[in-house]
């Protein structure tokens, strides 16, 4: 069985007229969060994308290399 005590409603002082600033200051700070990750995960969608273009023209510019190599260690042994 629980026992009553008379511990305080608010135990760090205050009342509920003071929690209402404090709330919707952390309200606002939430949503000033949520759309900084917004943002980040745009930034981040972006980062990708590019990388992704990136990686495309390296390795068919690596390929063509290779091919342009290849054809004259061939041609220079008298393959082709």
């Not at 690596?62 to 342009?68: E, I, K, S, V």
Request: with cysteine; hydrophobic share 45%; glycine share 6%.
């Amino acid at each position: 069985m629980l026992e009553k005590t008379n511990a305080p409603l608010f135990p760090f002082g205050g009342s509920s007229n003071e929690l209402e600033p404090r709330i919707a200051r952390m309200e606002a700070q939430l949503s000033h969060s949520a759309r900084d990750l917004d943002h980040l995960r745009q930034a981040l969608q972006k980062q990708r994308d590019e990388q992704r273009t990136d990686f495309r023209l390296v390795f068919s510019a690596m390929a063509g290399c290779a091919l342009g190599l290849a054809a004259l260690i061939a041609k220079s042994a008298g393959w082709i």
